[in-house]
């Protein structure tokens, strides 16, 4: 069974920086792409960062282009979001998920091509 374990949220005022972590167990952590997507209240959950299982590759959407940073180290089991220049918009619960699918060549912004999910780590950015 894979399980995926956040780390990182918190309270921080706009323009500042945090930095989540995900570990994950059950499975080749190195065969499969890794994605972090968040929920605001009242809203639907959203695509915010994903890397290639090689970590050759990236993808965000335009939101958080240029302030989020997505990597992985495959030794520790573990991919990362680099936050910068938060803004109030970016308050939400952040979920790390696994792809479905080893060794795919791109990675995918699709929610229904991830199969499993973090329980989320709450990030707050007060104005």
């Known amino acids: 069974q894979v399980q995926l374990v956040e780390s990182g949220g918190g309270l921080v005022q706009a323009g500042g920086s945090l930095r989540l972590s995900c570990v994950a167990s059950?499975?080749?952590?190195?065969?499969?792409?890794m994605g972090w997507f968040r929920q605001a209240p009242g809203k639907e959950r959203e695509f915010v960062a994903a890397?290639?299982?090689?970590?050759?590759?990236?993808y965000y959407p335009d939101s958080v282009k240029g302030r989020f940073t997505i990597s992985r180290d495959n030794a520790k089991n573990t991919v990362y979001l680099q936050m910068n220049s938060l803004k109030p918009e970016d308050t939400a619960v952040y979920y790390c998920?696994?792809?479905?699918?080893?060794?795919?060549?791109?990675?995918?912004?699709?929610?229904?091509?991830?199969?499993?999910w973090g329980q989320g780590t709450q990030v707050t950015v007060s104005s």
């Open positions: 998920a696994a792809d479905k699918s080893p060794l795919r060549a791109v990675v995918t912004p699709l929610r229904d091509q991830y199969n499993y």
């Open positions: 890397i290639k299982w090689s970590g050759s590759g990236t």
């Open positions: 059950g499975r080749t952590f190195s065969r499969y792409a």
